[in-house]
């Protein structure tokens, strides 16, 4: 599968952005999709993931409250939305996605995801 993640831009604090992920290759509903960003000179870290069907999803205590993860499998889409958006949320953000089975349970963990999309750029000015 291939992911094209597309949204970011430049938002003030406080605001707000959504982040798309599309898929091509293979439908999307064989994967749980994962959002990840990078900062500046620090490691990858784990946003929010959504399972195969979209009914589980987890994330970060960093976005927790703030963020919203889902998915649309019939346009093989998944999505972040990101509201009371901080400076500290600046970074690329990634999404991924993982071969899995249906009741696998979620991972945080970036080295279990098989597929990267290439990066959009979110900057937020305080």
């Known amino acids: 599968v291939q992911l094209q993640a597309s949204g ?13 992920c599309a898929a091509s290759g293979r439908t999307l509903r064989e994967y749980s999709v994962g959002w990840f960003r990078q900062a500046p000179g ?58 899995i089975i249906m009741t696998a349970p979620l991972s945080g963990d970036k080295e279990d995801y098989n597929y990267w999309g290439q990066g959009t750029l979110v900057t937020v000015s305080s």
């Open 8 to 20: 970011g831009g430049l938002v003030q604090a406080g605001g707000s952005l959504r982040l798309s």
């Open 42 to 99: 620090k490691e990858r870290e784990f946003v929010a993931a959504i399972s195969r069907g979209g009914g589980s999803s987890m994330y970060s205590e960093s976005v927790k409250g703030r963020f919203t993860i889902s998915r649309d499998n019939a346009k093989n889409t998944g999505y972040l939305r990101m509201d009371s958006l901080k400076s500290e949320d600046t970074a690329v953000y990634y999404c991924a996605a993982r071969r």
